[in-house]
């Protein structure tokens, strides 16, 4: 690797709560076993089931996880964007990928190989710790997924879908398609076309170009419960 490439992924890893708390000279030795990869939008990264290559870190872009059905039915398990890293459990155990990976847009993300994560781990138990707490945070998000999944009903989830995306400000992106939002909703695109229209005639939320303005949060919030 280059000066350059490894002063940049010493940055990126940096920003990953894994290694925030290594000193600069750690953070050039494991920088200088990770390597750079590059994908084009709709790009499959890896596959649920093939060995992981190790533990990655996106760097630009934006990464989908998801799982497939027999039956080709997809349900997007997290987004990943810059400074985010995932595949981390399968690293951790040595097992498969538990899930498929694949590019939104055109992305770089670096790899580190699992012998160079143990090795760090076990001369630096701050990252240790730092895994355990990402591992953590993670597992509540899976707890969440399934109770969206289980006990709200597509409405609910669609309406969390939307305040998650306008958190800050009183407009959702409309980047996603609504077959991407079924995707993540683990429905089918006909029931988020419907969910979508019964909230713009309830006038909560209103179309404009491509966005989603959201006109009464407090009611979309109320729906988000049911």
């Known amino acids: 690797m280059s000066a ?3 002063s940049r992924a010493s940055e990126l890893l940096h920003a990953v709560p894994y290694f925030a708390r290594l000193d600069a000279d750690a953070l050039d030795a494991v920088s200088s076993s990770t390597a750079v990869r590059r994908y084009g939008a709709g790009e499959v990264i890896f ?3 093939d060995p992981a290559a190790g533990l990655f870190i996106v760097d630009e872009g934006r990464v989908k996880l998801y799982k497939l059905s027999l039956e080709g039915r997809e349900q997007v398990v997290r987004l990943v964007g810059p400074g ?3 595949n981390e459990v399968a690293v951790l155990d040595g097992g498969p990928n538990p899930v498929s990976a694949m590019a939104l847009r055109e992305s770089q993300v670096w790899v580190i190989d699992r012998e160079s994560l143990l090795g760090l781990l076990e001369r630096h138990p701050t990252v240790a710790v730092a895994v355990i707490e990402a591992l953590a945070a993670h597992a509540r998000h899976l707890v969440s997924l399934v109770e969206d999944l289980s006990l709200r009903t597509v409405r609910a989830r669609l309406a969390k879908l ?3 995306q306008a958190a800050g400000g009183g407009e959702a992106p409309r980047r996603l398609t609504q077959q991407e939002m079924a995707a993540q909703l683990g429905t089918v695109r006909e029931m ?6 019964d909230l713009e005639e309830e006038s909560v939320i209103r179309f404009d170009r491509h966005r989603i303005v959201i006109l009464d949060r407090a009611a979309l919030e109320e729906r988000a419960m049911m």
């Open 162 to 164: 939307l305040l998650t």
């Open 47 to 49: 596959l649920e089931g």
């Open 4 to 6: 350059g490439g490894q």
């Open 192 to 197: 988020v076309g419907r969910a979508l229209r």
């Open 84 to 86: 985010q890293f995932f």
